[in-house]
């Protein structure tokens, strides 16, 4: 069954699917899991960086595969390894936040909760990124007045329809990135982890396997901001 708030998404073009919040008191939530389209298109985001081992790695296979991302960066390593965060921008990619020190909002008073959004933003902006447009809550866990707090900040929060970790980390990474294509769409975000405390060989290891069988299948790769902009152009043509 469809949601009040689910349904007003899809109107928007827009599709909650992962965490649907309830709709705001404007009566529309912008938070995204995955986008209306018919184009075969789909956004990579990774969290948790930028991280010192991992994210070179990520890097080079993107860049190697003339393929932009959409990294969301915790701000207490954006500060230690701006030159990071540099490369991806220079690569094609966008940047947003994911908060300074990646905590569990839903549990932070609200002051805190913005104090998290405007420290890890302005890790972004002082260290020579863009004033980002995006954001993704730690855990993806969110509320209502997270994202109306996010969106004070001029910024849409961003979740995932599928998991990279969720399909290769307990089973032959070959075995794991074929299941995960199967239920690829035109519009989904695949979230993956180029950062944080675990060992993300897995992940480096699935990523050019991944890129290889969506464009197999005729997907081409965006960043979120730009999946964004032609869901809505599809919403706007029905
Ligand atoms: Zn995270």
Same mark, same amino acid.
């Not at 405007?118 to 809550?137: C, H, K, M, S, Y």
């Not at 290769?168 to 690829?184: E, I, P, Y």
């Given at each position: 069954m469809v949601s009040a708030a689910v349904a007003l998404l899809l109107l928007a073009g827009v599709v909650a699917v992962r965490h649907p919040v309830a709709a705001g008191a404007s009566g529309q939530s912008l938070v995204v899991a995955r986008v209306e389209t018919t184009k075969r298109v789909v956004a990579l985001t990774f969290d948790d960086g930028p991280h010192p081992l991992w994210t070179p790695v990520v890097q080079e296979r993107l860049a190697a595969e003339h393929v932009p991302a959409t990294f969301f960066l915790i701000g207490h390593d954006v500060v230690r390894r701006p030159d990071l965060m540099r490369n991806e921008l220079a690569n094609g990619s966008e940047v947003g936040d994911h908060t300074f020190?990646? %905590?569990? &909002?839903? =549990?932070?008073?609200?002051? !805190?909760?913005?104090?998290?959004?405007? /420290?890890?933003?302005? *890790?972004?902006?002082?260290?020579?990124?863009?004033? %980002?447009? &995006?954001? =993704?809550?730690?855990?993806? !866990?969110?509320?209502?007045?997270?994202? /109306?707090?996010?969106? *004070?900040?001029?910024?849409?929060?961003?979740?995932?329809?599928?998991?990279?970790?969720?399909?290769?980390?307990?089973?032959?990474?070959?075995?794991?990135?074929?299941?995960?294509?199967?239920?690829?769409?035109?519009?989904?975000?695949?979230?993956?982890?180029?950062?944080?405390?675990?060992?993300?060989?897995?992940?480096?290891?699935?990523?050019?396997?991944?890129i290889a069988q969506l464009k197999a299948r005729g997907y081409r790769f965006v960043t979120v901001t730009q999946l964004l902009s032609d869901g809505t152009a599809e919403a706007n043509r029905t």
């Open positions: 020190r990646h %905590p569990i &909002l839903t =549990r932070l008073r609200a002051d !805190k909760v913005r104090a998290e959004l405007v /420290a890890g933003r302005e *890790a972004i902006t002082d260290n020579g990124g863009p004033r %980002p447009t &995006l954001f =993704r809550p730690p855990y993806g !866990k969110t509320n209502e007045a997270i994202d /109306a707090a996010a969106r *004070a900040e001029g910024m849409r929060t961003i979740l995932w329809d599928l998991s990279l970790e969720h399909f290769v980390d307990h089973v032959a990474v070959a075995k794991g990135v074929a299941k995960l294509v199967d239920q690829v769409r035109p519009g989904s975000i695949i979230l993956a982890h180029d950062g944080g405390k675990s060992d993300r060989s897995r992940t480096l290891q699935a990523l050019p396997l991944l």
